[in-house]
């Protein structure tokens, strides 16, 4: 990769299509995603990850499938000798622009809520850094914070293979604008 692209994370990102952004709208399918992106799982052994029904995991499996999220890995034979239909992440949905205005927000806000899920699963013990802060900064401020963060995410992203025999870490990153601060225009509250 050369450095312009390292430099700019915009430049090998799209955006994502209304079929996209529906699929990436449910805290399920961003869970479903995550978990196949580090192991190849069968609608069964989601469904008992998970601890929902597997016609709930079919669901939506096809639902990450047919926008392209998830694919079909081989098939292979289980512990009782069945043969199983794994599913694998593409690895697309990092290299989509998703404005936060165009996701379907009936299910709530899909990334954060299956954050809170996977982090209280996981439990206090499991953060393994933290840091809270508030910013004032401008529309142009923030979009440079975002382009550089994201640009420093994309590098490890694109090696994490190299580390694939390390421990996992899930994070997100979230800045949102302060209900007692200044409106975007800089006038006070009222």
Known sequence: MTDDRRADPDAKRRPATPQELKALSHP??????????????????????????AGTAYYHVRQL??????????????????LEKPYRSTGKSW????????????????????????????????????????????????????RRI????????????????LPAHGGIFLLHRSVDGPSPTGEPPA
């Open 28 to 53: 399920l399918r961003v869970r479903i995603l995550r978990l196949c992106g580090e192991h190849e799982l069968t609608n069964k052994q989601l469904a008992d990850r998970l601890g929902v029904d």
């Open 65 to 82: 499938a047919q926008a392209g999220f998830l694919e079909p890995a081989e098939v292979r034979t289980g512990d009782s000798g069945a």
């Open 95 to 146: 290299w989509l622009s998703v404005p936060l205005e165009d996701l379907d927000l009936r299910h709530g806000l899909a990334p954060v809520d299956a954050f809170q899920q996977e982090l209280a699963e996981a439990g206090p013990a499991s953060i393994a850094t933290y840091a809270r802060f508030a910013l004032h900064l401008s529309p142009e401020d923030v979009a440079e914070l975002d």
């Open 150 to 165: 994201v640009a420093v995410l994309d590098g490890y992203i694109e090696t994490d293979s190299e580390r694939s025999h």
